[in-house]
């Protein structure tokens, strides 16, 4: 009996807790919207990203983005993808996109902001979509002859240079783009050319470059490897020429570069290069690039590197390599904690911003040191004293040449011999007051309103957007930017006696050009920002990885700013790009002849 009632009693109470949830469940609603189209916008990374969402009754028909300051390069994927996946989806549960994760949640925020105008409710928005099937087919190995680390300079030169040697290539690249450090980078590449430095009347040499690149990394560089950049450095130019890439005529001297021996690709910043290389990869057959693959590993058999592992969306992917690996995975300016470990030479690091995009991770280095390889000069890190205050991009920096720039400081003074090494010029702007400085220029730089900085941004977009500031007379631009003005126009003054002396300042300056007198003068303010990580993988001057023993590891090459061991413990400006090229094309070429 007892057993009866309690089985009664628990029937009531389940039909209770049923009817409970059926009444209390959410309903299965789908979205609804007031048909119309809606505007709103977020901070993304530069500015404000402005979005305009177009709705019916119960879908997101199409999203735009209206305005936005973002840094065309890096946040380009962003700005695409994330407007096309919350259409697709119908939801802004979308993931951010890798090294474009500001722009991304700015985006996301703005859109969201929109759809809830239009009366979306907010829950089913965040939703995520059910998970679907996996993927069918989807390839677990992938086989070349060659197999690059890295879609950047050093990368797709080696890529190219391989399969131009009869290889097959497959390059992996863990970002949404190729590019890496050098698509973002000024683009100034040293090399000694009579044809252009003669038309200016400069003389130079071969010999020149290598002993300022030797004596600039206070000879810590390897001289046999720095001979090769130098005396390749031309022939990488002609190569470049051919392959379709355009160079300005103008010969300049970048900061820190210490010679007018640095051309400048006619496209902005390093899209020529990455552009160039990325063209052929596409019309050619039997060389591509894989996006979104991060190689996590090298496979070693027998002594001998054959392959690699890698993540992607997809799952996980084996490339095997029937001659060689080629590593070009960049340095790793953008990974605090591992500039942390190793930096012995400045101050601090660990607040300092960074020149580089966010895959510069230096994940190539920890590859190879898993395979044996010898690491060299980590601790020798570059700074520049050129980084904007607030991301640290060089982006904004108004010098157009060093021989037309002054630097001065919060008290409107000169502190450094403007052409100095990098090193020098950062360490010194580390003593100033809250380490800023200001560069100052004149109408020589900016003839026109659209005159562009070496970053393709014309001084009238800075000035507008605060990033410079403009006067007509030097006291007016002291007062604009805050620094004392007596201080500024005596600075100035000294400073073009020294440029009509063509030297004597007080700083031991020798690069001189036009005088700071000609209305209107511009100055932009400018921070420490680390740049390039000139430690890495030990190689040879065949670009095989060097063992722990000295002795090349078999069937493992590599190329760019992963590589340790030529600049010593200072890079000359401009090298960086002739090391990426003349080392890939070394690297590739012994790859493709590197037959089991
Ligand atoms: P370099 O100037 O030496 O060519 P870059 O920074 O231009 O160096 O290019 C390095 C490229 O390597 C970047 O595009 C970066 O995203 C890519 N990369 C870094 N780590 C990995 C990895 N683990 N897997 C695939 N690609 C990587």
Known sequence: MKN????????????????AAVLLWPREAGLTFTAGTYEASAMGFNADIRVEVVVDRTAIKSIRVVEHRESPL???????RIPAAVVAGQTVAVDAVAGATVTSRGLLTAITDALTKAGGNLALLQTRPAAGPPPQGQLTE??????????????????VEAHQNGATVIVLEKMPRIGGNTIISGGAFNAVEERRQKAQGIEDSVERHFTQTYEGGDRRGNPELIRILVENAAGAVKWLEELG??????????????????????????????????????????????????????????GRVVGVKTTTAAGPLTVRANNAVIIATGGFGANVEMRDKVNTVWPTLTSIK???????TGDGIRMAEVVGARVVGLEQIQLLPLGDPRSGSLAGSIGRSVDTTIYVNKEGQRFVNEG???????????????????????????PTGDTRNNFDETIDTLVTQGRAFRADSLEELARLIGVNP??????????????????????????????????PFYAASRAPTVHHTMGGIEINARAEVINQNGQPIAGLFAAGE???????????GGNALPDTIVFGRIAGRNAAAARR
Do not use: C
């Open 74 to 80: 890096i946040a380009d994927v962003a700005l695409l």
């Open 562 to 572: 992963v590589t340790g061991g030529i600049h010593g413990s200072n890079r000359l």
């Open 354 to 360: 960074t020149t580089n995009h966010p895959g510069a």
């Open 420 to 446: 100095a090494r990098r090193d020098v010029m950062t360490m010194a702007l580390m003593q100033q007051r809250d380490a800023i400085l200001w560069e100052v220029v004149d109408r020589d730089s900016y």
């Open 142 to 159: 992938r086989r070349a002859d060659v197999v690059v680390i890295g879609g950047g300079g050093a990368g797709l030169a080696a890529a």
């Open 245 to 302: 890439m355009k160079f300005q005529e103008r010969v300049f001297t970048v900061p820190g570069g210490m010679w007018a021996r640095a051309i400048r690709p006619e496209m902005p910043l390093g899209t020529g290069f990455i552009d160039t290389l990325g063209a052929y990869i596409e019309r050619e057959e039997g060389i591509e690039v894989l996006l979104e693959t991060t190689a996590t590993e090298l496979i070693l058999e027998g």
């Open 486 to 519: 007596a201080n500024l126009v005596q600075t100035v003054a000294e400073f073009n006696a020294a440029v009509d002396r063509k030297g004597g300042d007080a700083f031991g300056r020798t690069l001189f050009g036009d005088k700071i007198d000609t209305a």
């Open 4 to 19: 009866v009632t309690s089985k009664y009693l628990l029937v009531g109470l389940l039909l209770v807790v049923v009817v």
